[in-house]
């Protein structure tokens, strides 16, 4: 993409109803902008980041089996009136008459649509296990939106709702959906961890929350210090292998980790003084096991090998996709703008031409151009009459990992600049190496 061709519409001024750092940098870098309270037009950078997170969330639950399918936003109240759930989720629900006075809703999550589905369709265990899931608009009409997409009132959530036929079967999709998390999580740079949470009416402790740690956070978090270097990295197992998945879930919730919700002071001070931490952090996600909540009261039943009836196995497990990018933004910034993660990067690498009209460095950046654009990546090139300060601005507030500099006294010596957003690096390396550089980090060469 070249930048003049763009629509990238940033800010020079601090927007001042923007409290928090991603909030403020996405709203100066052009991504989103305000419609309503807590709900966002997300303009082109904002919306390319967005697909991207989206991408590798499906990517990981296709992965370990799960089933992509869509639901409408808008639903009909009497489904929610089966589960008992229309009267008791109150104001946050945005209930709406259509012009045959039917009430309608905006759903605010899935659980009673997807059990409609499932009893509609699933009638033995033989077509067990089965987790659908679907990434849709959710809106929720919460008392307080704040801090940009981090608490909309509409906002992006995959939602995905395991069945299974006993308790068993449905904890090893609890755990095969935690670790579809964790790699979700860390594809995108981040360290989520999962921490016990509060399961409220439902009772049992099947659930986890994956907490992003941030001083902006709104929970208050509990944690051994070594939960932060745990990662799942480049492991491979079958997602259907029970014993290896509650492995490593049980190696990423061994040590203490938990929201001020479920907080055992007795509990935390075992763990050694120096490695206990009080910190705060963004909820990224929940993974839910509740068994036959919605199947008892919905009648979703399915026959077992012995013939008898039974009401299907239940969890449902959220992602915060629009979320996301403010946690993403929170834990990777600096004063000048944001640094993306490599896995979440709306363009690959930015080109910077110096002097622009310049017939050299004008056909030097458009041989760049062509040579990224001929690995598969994604380039985004500045060719703006701008000064060479405006334009490293704009290339560090938007947050490209990587940048290419080009000018007249460098390519007299056959020379660009390979600068790292991250460290501030810069190397001068020929063109060719620049492109090979950029194409092995992405791991396209
Ligand atoms: P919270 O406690 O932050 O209100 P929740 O526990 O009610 O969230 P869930 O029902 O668990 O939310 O939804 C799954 C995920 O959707 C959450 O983990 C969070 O990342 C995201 N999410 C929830 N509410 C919002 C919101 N208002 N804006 C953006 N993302 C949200
Ligand atoms: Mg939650």
Request: glycine share 10%.
């Given at each position: 993409m070249r930048l003049s061709r763009y629509f990238l519409p940033v800010?020079?001024?601090?927007?001042?109803?923007?409290?928090?750092v991603s909030h403020r940098y996405m709203l100066r870098a052009g991504m989103i902008k305000q419609q309503a309270a807590g709900i966002y037009s997300w303009l082109p950078l904002g919306f390319k980041v967005l697909k991207r997170i989206e991408q590798i969330v499906h990517e990981e639950q296709i992965r370990v089996g799960h089933i992509p399918l869509m639901m409408p936003t808008l639903q009909p109240a009497d489904l929610w009136r089966e589960s008992g759930r229309y009267d008791d989720y109150g104001q946050e629900m945005l209930r709406i008459k259509d012009r045959q006075g039917r009430e309608m809703l905006y759903g605010p999550t899935n659980e009673e649509m997807i059990t409609d589905i499932f009893r509609s369709h699933v009638n033995s265990y033989?077509?067990?296990p089965l987790t659908l899931y679907h990434v849709q608009w959710k809106f929720r009409d919460e008392m307080r939106p704040r801090f940009g997409v981090m608490r909309g009132r509409e906002f992006l959530m995959k939602d995905g709702y395991s069945f299974d036929i006993d308790r068993d079967s449905a904890l090893h999709a609890y755990n095969r959906h935690m670790v579809s998390y964790l790699r979700t999580y860390e594809r995108m740079g981040l360290t989520a961890i999962p921490m016990r949470a509060a399961s409220g009416?439902?009772?049992?402790?099947n659930t986890h929350e994956f907490l992003v740690l941030a001083e902006t956070g709104e929970s208050e978090v509990f944690y051994?210090?070594?939960?932060?270097?745990?990662r799942l990295g480049t492991r491979e197992f079958d997602a259907e292998d029970r014993e290896t998945v509650a492995e490593i879930c049980a190696e990423f919730t061994s040590s203490y980790a938990r929201t001020d919700e479920t907080h055992d002071e007795a509990l935390f001070n075992e763990v050694p003084e120096e490695r206990r931490r009080v910190a705060r952090g963004i909820e990224v996600g929940q993974i839910f096991y509740f068994g036959t909540k919605y199947s008892e009261a919905m009648g979703a039943n399915v026959v077992t090998s012995y013939g008898s009836r039974v009401p299907v196995e239940m969890g449902s497990h959220g992602i915060g996709v629009s979320r996301l990018l403010g946690a993403i933004i929170e834990a990777n910034h600096d004063d000048k703008g944001i640094i993306w993660p490599e896995?979440?990067?709306?363009?690959?690498v930015g080109i910077v031409n110096l002097?622009?009209?310049?017939s050299s460095t004008d056909s030097a950046c458009n041989a760049l151009y062509s040579a990224l654009v001929g690995k598969g990546l994604e380039p985004l090139y500045d060719?703006?009459?701008?000064?060479a300060g405006a334009k490293f601005a704009t290339m560090d507030l938007i947050g490209l990992p990587w940048r290419i500099t080009v000018g007249p006294r460098g390519l007299a010596a056959g020379k660009v600049e390979l600068t790292s957003r991250r460290t501030g690096e810069s190397e001068e390396v020929s063109l060719e190496t620049a492109v090979e550089r950029v194409a092995q980090i992405y791991g396209v060469l």
């Open positions: 800010l020079k001024e601090n927007p001042s109803e923007a409290q928090i033989k077509e067990l009416p439902i009772g049992g402790d051994d210090s070594a939960v932060t270097d745990l896995g979440v990067t709306p363009f690959h002097k622009q009209g310049d060719d703006r009459e701008e000064r």
